[in-house]
């Protein structure tokens, strides 16, 4: 008997290549995907097995139609796959269904929440989140935090997750550095503060008169006045040598961008932006990062050659450092092959 997976997932640009992704690979009679949020009528159309949480605010019998919508495939589903923080008033219904599911851990779910915090949410939350069958992630070290937080022993499960997670390595340089004599900076991946740009900027600042071009990526993030913040200080230490990219690029014109890039400084005070470090990591460049982060912890222990923002000091920004071993690294866990092994795996675990 074939599994039944059930996934709970919100639509964003992570998740619904990811239904492209699973309905092309898997057989989709046994793949069904519930929907927190909407991803358009385009995309409902296309795929048969998707449904769409109604408005909870516009009418009570919603709720109940939600409940059981719920109901309905979680009983008939071997496994449920909960990307993200699952919708918490509806399955702390269903406890019955807890041992069975396994849940994708974004990060931000296992780290403080800014502004008042709603106790009551955080106790459901942990007490559905300590009760899963396994977490689904790349990082060893988020699963590590979340059971510490959690009070759980929940099995770590590795994936990449998603297509946002894998890359070819058909780009990747070999001691390609500094091609036209100016150095090539990337600084953060988007213009929210926990990219610490401001203090990247300050630490950078030693190298204000060498021949450098520091390129900035803000188009991503909802924080104005903190974008704003950035490109002024970026501006007043570094002037026309400084610029902020402010509008998105396709995939295709990022890959292209990033290319260019020499060295890159993330100074993420926890774990994000994995997707863009895969991508930098299967292009050969050199990226340093803070080393108190999973991430960075994460890919130190599978042997990647990445560096802690304390070498940049003296300057190290400018030393040629080989990281030539990245490439058989990132097709060993980071490649479309591996994806699509890995969650083999998980729907065919007993």
Not at 8 to 25: G, Q, R, S, W
Not at 326 to 335: G, K, P, R
């Amino acid at each position: 008997m074939k599994e039944k997976i059930l996934h709970i997932l919100p639509a964003n640009t992570f998740t619904m290549p990811f239904v492209d992704f699973t309905n092309k690979e898997f057989d989709s009679k046994n793949q069904f995907f519930i929907f927190t949020s909407d991803p358009g009528k385009d995309f409902t159309e296309k795929h048969k097995n998707i449904k769409v949480l109604k408005n909870r605010s516009l009418l009570r019998f919603n709720v109940l139609s939600n409940i059981f919508l719920f109901f309905k495939y979680m009983k008939r589903s071997n496994k449920i796959i909960l990307h993200g923080l699952p919708p918490i008033n509806y399955f702390i219904l269903f406890p019955w269904a807890y041992k069975k599911s396994y849940w994708v851990i974004y990060g931000y779910e296992i780290y403080p929440s800014k502004g008042s915090v709603n106790h009551k949410f955080e106790r459901i939350k942990k007490y559905i989140l300590k009760n899963v069958a396994g977490h689904l992630t790349h990082i060893k070290g988020d699963s590590i935090i979340a059971n510490k937080l959690f009070n759980s022993n929940v099995k770590f499960l590795y994936t990449p997750i998603y297509l946002s997670n894998v890359t070819l390595t058909e780009n990747f340089t070999r001691n390609c550095f500094m091609k036209n004599g100016t150095l090539n900076i990337l600084i953060g991946n988007s213009a929210s503060p926990t990219n610490n740009h401001l203090e990247s900027l300050k630490q950078l600042e030693i190298y204000k008169n060498r021949e450098i071009n520091i390129y900035c990526p803000l188009s991503y993030g909802n924080y104005p006045e903190y974008k704003e913040k950035v490109i002024n200080e970026g501006k007043r230490i570094f002037h026309s040598k400084f610029t902020p990219i402010l509008k998105f690029m396709s995939r295709e014109e990022y890959d292209k961008f990033l290319n260019k890039v020499d060295v890159v400084v993330f100074n993420h005070n926890r774990q994000e932006a994995m997707g863009v470090t895969i991508s930098l990591l299967g292009m050969g460049k050199i990226i340093y990062m803070n080393e108190e982060t999973t991430s960075y912890k994460s890919l130190k222990d599978r042997g990647f050659s990445v560096f802690t923002n304390e070498q940049i000091l003296n300057d190290g920004l400018f030393k040629f450092r080989d990281v030539s071993n990245n490439l058989i690294l990132v097709q060993s866990y980071y490649s479309p092959e591996v994806l699509k092994k890995s969650w083999e795996e998980i729907y065919h675990i007993k």
